[in-house]
């Protein structure tokens, strides 16, 4: 199974500050990695797939890059809609696996 | 638009069955591979099951392995998930996502439904 490992598990930030969340597979997964945004109670929504590929209607702040087996996430500039938990997930093969999640909190 | 709404969830003694829907629309149902993902409470995502857009192919999660079923009914646009022999790990919410095209591996979970909560306990 692919491992999926996600630094940090959290981090506070400020509104206007620049967030990188990144995520680390066990092995190499070519471009097969997704991003989800979660707020409290709600399901997730899908933010980035192929790595890098924004979803229609997610703003542009967001942004994915990486292959292989090292992937970054980065909110340009925080804004406060953007507080949630974040997680990767690997569409390589199966078992599909996700990250643990980063929860991204107001400093 | 994209429609997925699950149902079935509810309280369970370990050990017992219980089975869940997702009912799907906005969408070519047919079309889509169609996954069930849980959560445990306070916990992270966890991928549980698929099923191929045409039903010929079904992947599990190693802990639910020989107890679960995922099955899909296109003629109703269902989804569905029987969970046998339930165990208090089991607890969680259980979404159902669409599939983004009509692999298995490669595609992202696009749509998801709200959620289904089961609670395995004595």
């Known amino acids: 199974d692919i491992q999926m490992t996600q630094s940090p598990s959290s981090l506070s930030a400020s509104v206007g500050d620049r967030v990188t969340i990144t995520c680390r597979a066990s092995?190499?997964?070519?471009?097969?990695l997704n991003w989800y945004q979660q707020k409290p109670g709600k399901a997730p929504k899908f933010l980035i797939n192929v790595a890098s590929a924004l979803q229609s209607g997610v703003p542009s702040r967001f942004s994915g890059s990486g292959s292989g087996t090292n992937f970054t996430f980065i909110i340009s500039s925080l804004q406060p809609e953007d507080f949630a938990t974040y997680y990767c997930q690997q569409s390589y093969s199966t078992p599909l696996t996700f990250g643990g999640g980063t929860k991204v909190e107001i400093k | 638009q994209v429609q997925l709404v699950e149902s079935g969830g509810g309280v369970v003694q370990p050990g017992r069955s219980l089975r869940l829907s997702c009912a799907a629309s906005?969408?070519?149902?047919?079309?889509?591979?169609m996954h069930w993902v849980r959560q445990a409470p306070g916990k992270g995502l966890e991928w549980v099951a698929v099923?191929?857009?045409?039903?010929?192919?079904?992947y599990y999660a190693d802990s639910v392995k020989g107890r679960f079923t995922v099955s899909r009914d296109s003629s109703k646009n269902t989804l569905h998930l029987q969970m046998n022999s339930l165990r208090v790990e089991d607890t969680a919410v259980y979404y159902c996502?669409?599939?983004?095209?009509?692999?298995?591996?490669?595609?992202?979970?696009?749509?998801w439904g709200q959620g289904t909560l089961v609670t395995v306990s004595a």
């Open positions: 092995q190499s997964i070519s471009r097969y």
């Open positions: 099923i191929s857009y045409d039903g010929s192919t079904k």
């Open positions: 996502a669409k599939g983004e095209d009509t692999g298995i591996v490669g595609a992202s979970f696009d749509y």
């Open positions: 906005g969408f070519s149902f047919s079309n889509h591979g």
